[in-house]
């Protein structure tokens, strides 16, 4: 693997047990942790351990009316959600509208403006806008180090180009005072496991920060190495921090949810607050352990053991001197 633009590194990791399938912390809220955005549910790849291209509802791309009435609420009761702008979908094929989700939330001084990408539409056009956009953070899924690896997973991307366009961002902002932390993500799954290592180094040697996760089986579609043995089940942290909203409005009932089939209701006709408090009847039952009045998904679904993601920042660069995070819960 060519090895032009390195540079020295040390790894480091955080805490030992951070990657733990059991969490601490998790608690009622008021209002969702975490709120998943869906910009668009169209995408340009299917990945192999995604259930995008296998969506039943239609797809389509969010109004911005949509966008501004739920980040208008979020502004009002809890401006330190953390906004996700993604669900399904990869929403670099809709650059205007995600620039101008951006800077409305950004105006309504949001503390958390967070982006997934597969990264294969960032280019030239893109760099600077979004890097001067407000985001917080920005998390590429690339999965992979080689050509063979990456094309088996990221099934239609062109490796090169993503990391071409992810390398230069990644240069752009870390010759930057202030911008997006940017973190490369690898999901962690039997086609791509031989290679975390050396992709880790890889991407550290960049000065990126590295997001390692386990593989979720999106409510049970997909195949998991997931395994936790039942006695040790705990509250599934989808349910109690976050809360997704589709491009139309659906709210389903957790990311498991992805077809909305559960859904709680829309929010173009109640609040997010109304439908999270929809939803607490099942956060109760997650919380006190009453596991068996659950929904019929969540007694096949193993999407609550995934256990919070790895992180590792390079030991140089923009992102070198952060704390380890003390996370307990899993990320979106
Ligand atoms: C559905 S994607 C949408 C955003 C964008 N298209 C992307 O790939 O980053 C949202 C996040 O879910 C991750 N993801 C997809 N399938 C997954 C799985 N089976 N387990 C864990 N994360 C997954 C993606 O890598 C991404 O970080
Ligand atoms: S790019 Fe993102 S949304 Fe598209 S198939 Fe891959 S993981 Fe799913
Ligand atoms: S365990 Fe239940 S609440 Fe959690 S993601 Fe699966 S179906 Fe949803």
């Known amino acids: 693997m060519p090895n032009d633009c390195s540079h020295p590194f040390e790894k480091s990791a955080t805490a030992p047990d951070a990657y733990a399938p059991v969490y601490d912390g998790l608690q009622e809220r008021p209002f ?35 966008f501004r009435r739920c980040v208008d609420e979020v502004a009002e009761l809890s401006p330190s959600t953390e906004v996700w702008l993604s669900f399904n979908g990869e929403p670099l094929l809709e650059p205007e509208l995600l620039l101008r989700m951006l800077a409305y939330a950004k105006s309504l001084r949001l503390t958390s403006l967070n982006l997934n990408s597969n990264g294969t539409r960032l280019d030239d056009t893109l760099v600077e806008p979004l890097l001067a956009s407000g985001l917080d953070l920005v998390v590429f899924g690339i999965d992979g180090l080689t050509s063979e ?32 932390e940017i973190m490369v993500q690898f999901i962690e799954m039997e086609e791509n496991a031989h290679e975390r290592e050396a992709f880790v180094d890889y991407w550290l040697s960049r000065g990126a920060i590295l997001k390692v996760r386990r593989k979720l089986s999106w409510g049970g579609r997909m195949n998991t190495a997931l395994a936790v043995p039942p006695e ?36 173009w006709h109640e609040s997010l607050s109304t439908l999270w408090r929809r939803m607490a009847p099942n956060r109760a039952a997650q919380l006190d352990g009453r596991f068996d009045q659950l929904p019929a998904r ?35």
């Open 32 to 66: 969702p942790r975490q709120l998943g955005m869906e910009v668009t549910a169209f995408c340009n790849l299917h990945c192999a351990m995604c259930h995008n291209a296998t969506l039943k509802r239609p797809k389509g791309r969010m109004p911005f009316e949509l």
């Open 298 to 332: 969540c007694a096949t679904c193993r999407d609550w053991m995934v256990g919070v993601s790895e992180k590792i920042r390079p030991t140089w660069g923009a992102f070198s001197d952060q704390p380890a995070p003390a996370e307990s819960v899993a990320e979106w």
């Open 232 to 267: 040790r089940r705990t509250a599934c942290p989808w349910s109690v921090n976050l809360m997704h909203v589709c491009w139309d409005g659906t709210v389903p009932r957790c990311c498991g949810d992805t077809d909305g089939t559960e859904a709680v209701g829309n929010v």
């Open 149 to 180: 690896t990456y094309s088996r997973v990221r099934l239609g991307g062109d490796r090169d180009c993503v990391y071409a366009n992810v390398e230069r961002f990644l240069a752009l902002r870390l010759a930057c005072a202030t911008g997006p």
